[in-house]
Nanobody, 121 residues
Framework: QVRLVESGGGLVQAGGSLKLSCQVS????????VGWYRQAPGKERELVAD???????NYAGSVQGRFTISRDNAKNTVYLQMNSLKPEDTAVYYC???????????????WGQGTQVTVSS
């Protein structure tokens, strides 16, 4: 059974930083692509960043230059370092296992429970 557990969320002032972690229980993790998504109240879930098994990364334009996704295959963990946080970054953040198609990163059906990030102005 695949399980993803996010952690590291919290309340931070604008301009601050947080580092999210996603622990993945899956024997093939090192070969998986992983994505971080977020969903704000009343909005659709959006892809924030993704990382391939080889470490190639992609970012949404709204977080480019502020967020960094990374992975530690020895720990089955993916991280999202978030700097220069803005109130509009407030959302529940989820990690996901996926793959790449011609459309880019595509999620499988495995999701974590999410971790709340709140940025105050």
């Amino acid at each position: 059974q695949v399980r993803l557990v996010e952690s590291g969320g919290g309340l931070v002032q604008a301009g601050g930083s947080l580092k999210l972690s996603c622990q993945v229980s899956r024997s093939t993790f090192s070969g998986d692509a992983v994505g971080w998504y977020r969903q704000a109240p009343g909005k659709e879930r959006e892809l924030v960043a993704d990382i391939s098994s080889g470490g190639s990364t992609n970012y949404a334009g709204s977080v480019q230059g502020r967020f960094t996704i990374s992975r530690d295959n020895a720990k089955n963990t993916v991280y999202l370092q978030m700097n220069s946080l803005k109130p509009e970054d407030t959302a529940v953040y989820y990690c996901n296992i996926g793959y790449y198609s011609i459309r880019g990163y595509e999620p499988y059906r495995y999701w974590g429970q999410g971790t709340q990030v709140t940025v105050s102005s």
